[in-house]
């Protein structure tokens, strides 16, 4: 087969394809950087480029699959977030004060993924400080939705979501704390997983000019993304597990296997909207259809349930703790600004964003408290995947929206069905998962008006196989990834 019928094929079948000697790593790492070449131009999504030393990576993984060696990924041409360490290579986060630092040592999942054979072809493009939903930086610009040029990406990991939407290689790794991995993959049609808190060790994954050293941060995770199901699972396997560096941890992980195998099976719950954040026309009738496609394959769904925690009430819980962390590397000039409105805030105020203004100045007692509610919340949750195997919801409540690049984020706005919510707002649906540290998977639902819609599929603590394993089936029965029609070529 020629290296261009390869351009979408999932990295399942192209690691097959190697390891039969079908077509080389070289073959596939020139096909990969002559894309990038043609088409990024429009996109922006790879920042960094290695090309030299993915060619010399390629030619000795052939040599290996010569001699027979078997690794997961051995010859595979793949992306990381320009997030991630790679020695050699620049990590700025987007911040033009870094704009020269070079890591001098790999990220560990950057080590793993070497080890198993992967081919770094470079970086991908994410917003500054890897804060926002769209993804432009004054270092390397603006990152372009590949179904449409004028729109966000999404973000943090948008460039990412980018390459992968565009073929430039069938792998990508990424980062999420308030969807980072989930929504970029939803507004360019790709897979997603948001590994269950701590499964995946981020040593490297540093913002300069901070050391390396193994530390979990709150609510934030690493994980893969991809063009199919089955990819996400093949390359957590490679990612999954504690740091060896940290006392007493073993270096292998070993999650327990999917609760079941047969799309009948699943015990799902359904969730379209809430008013809290309704989801537009587009996302609610892309649910609505997997919820009747799912029960037309005797699949039980179910479309509310008592055992849901109180999506406001852990809403705001989020927002307090998210931008707890947040809040705590703020400018001390801001963050003076943020205490001084915090004091005015009357005690009964329980808007989204009263409780990002106390987050931002949480004091040490008051995390406590907040993180025994988190401790609550993840009990709740245990319990509804006792009558439950996955919950399906939205990621965002649009499909992917122009570009909007206002200074100041406060005054941005989101259009939901003709009415303007606060952008910052858009964090609840990502949230829901990633408070009490559930795993989730992102799928696509297809196109709507050209835009990729899609959902997200919340996992059991520690149980990130079952999602995967769901999202594979669905994926099989009612289709996956459509390649956007600019770059189709």
Known sequence: MAASQWTFAT????????A???ISSVELTRHAIDRIERHDGRINAVCVRDFDRALAAARAADAALARGERRPLLGLPLTFKESYNVAGLPTTWGNP????????EDALAVIRVKDAGGIVLGKTNVPLG????QSYNDIYGITN???DLGRTPGGSSGGSAAALAAGFGSLSLGSDIGGSLRVPAFHCGVFAHKPTYGVVASRGHTPPPFQPLPNEADLAVTGPMARSAADLALLLDVIAGPDPLEAGKAYRLDLPLPRHHRLQDFRVLVIASDPLL???AAVRGAIERLAAELAGARVSVTRESPLLPDFAASSRLYFRMLHAFLGATMPPEIYAGASQAAVGLPADAT?????RLRGLVLSHRDWIQANAARARLRAQWS???ESFDAVVCPIMPTPAYPHDHSPDMGQRRITIDGVDHAYGDQFVWPGIATLPGLPATAIPLGLVNGLPVGVQIIGPFLEDRTPLKFAELIEREFGGFVPPPLFAD
């Not at 990295?11 to 190697?18: E, G, I, R, S």
């Not at 004060?97 to 001098?104: E, L, M, S, V, Y």
């Not at 890897?130 to 939903?133: A, E, H, K, N, S």
Request: aromatic share 10%.
């Open 11 to 18: 990295a399942v079948d192209t690691a097959k394809a190697l």
């Open 20 to 22: 039969d000697r079908t």
């Open 97 to 104: 004060q870094h704009k020269d630092f070079i890591a001098t």
């Open 130 to 133: 890897l804060g926002d939903w």
């Open 145 to 147: 939705n590949p179904f």
């Open 278 to 280: 309704p989801t537009d």
């Open 351 to 355: 808007s989204l964003a009263a409780e």
């Open 383 to 385: 319990l509804l995947f």
